[in-house]
């Protein structure tokens, strides 16, 4: 959404933060350079994901060996700005990812959830991954 990353842009330069740099991905691709995360945090976005198969399997380059992803959402329909546990579980399984951990945050609607990727070369090719029935 190019109106959230300009609002993110202004809120990064007017906290004086030098180790961020904003990318605008593609609803299939992040475009991150490769190996470059130890961590990918989706905050209340993972349901806006056009593409989750295609996302989640171009982020893999850019992960360094042993990073994980952590997906924040709530428990809603994706057409309620939320994603049902068990269709995230698919979605990154179906990719090839690992679960960690799974909870719920407190006081709210939203949960937590650690997943391991996979290796570049462990990945599932793109045209055997099996989509997900919406939930």
Same mark, same amino acid.
Request: glycine share 6%.
């Given at each position: 959404?190019?109106?959230y990353l300009q609002a993110l842009s202004? @809120? !990064?330069?007017? $906290?004086? $933060? /030098?180790?961020i740099e904003i990318v605008r991905g593609e609803?299939?691709? *992040?475009?991150? %350079?490769?190996?470059a995360l130890d961590l990918a945090i989706l905050v209340h976005?993972?349901?806006e994901i056009a593409q989750p198969y295609a996302l989640l399997y171009n982020l893999v380059p850019a992960l360094k060996?042993?990073?994980? &992803?952590?997906? &924040?959402? #709530?428990?809603? %329909?994706?057409?309620?700005h939320g994603t049902p546990p068990s269709l995230l579980r698919c979605e990154l /399984? #179906? !990719?090839g990812y690992r679960e960690l951990g799974?909870? @719920?945050l407190t006081g709210s609607d939203a949960y937590l959830a650690g997943?391991? *990727? *996979? =290796?570049?070369? =462990? @990945?599932p090719r793109p045209e055997t991954i099996v989509a997900c029935k919406a939930q």
């Amino acid at each position: 959404m190019p109106d959230y990353l300009q609002a993110l842009s202004r @809120r !990064v330069r007017d $906290l004086g $933060l /030098q180790n961020i740099e904003i990318v605008r991905g593609e609803p299939h691709d *992040p475009r991150l %350079p490769a190996h470059a995360l130890d961590l990918a945090i989706l905050v209340h976005m993972y349901h806006e994901i056009a593409q989750p198969y295609a996302l989640l399997y171009n982020l893999v380059p850019a992960l360094k060996a042993g990073a994980r &992803v952590g997906i &924040v959402d #709530a428990f809603a %329909p994706t057409a309620a700005h939320g994603t049902p546990p068990s269709l995230l579980r698919c979605e990154l /399984q #179906a !990719v090839g990812y690992r679960e960690l951990g799974f909870d @719920r945050l407190t006081g709210s609607d939203a949960y937590l959830a650690g997943f391991a *990727p *996979p =290796s570049i070369d =462990s @990945r599932p090719r793109p045209e055997t991954i099996v989509a997900c029935k919406a939930q």
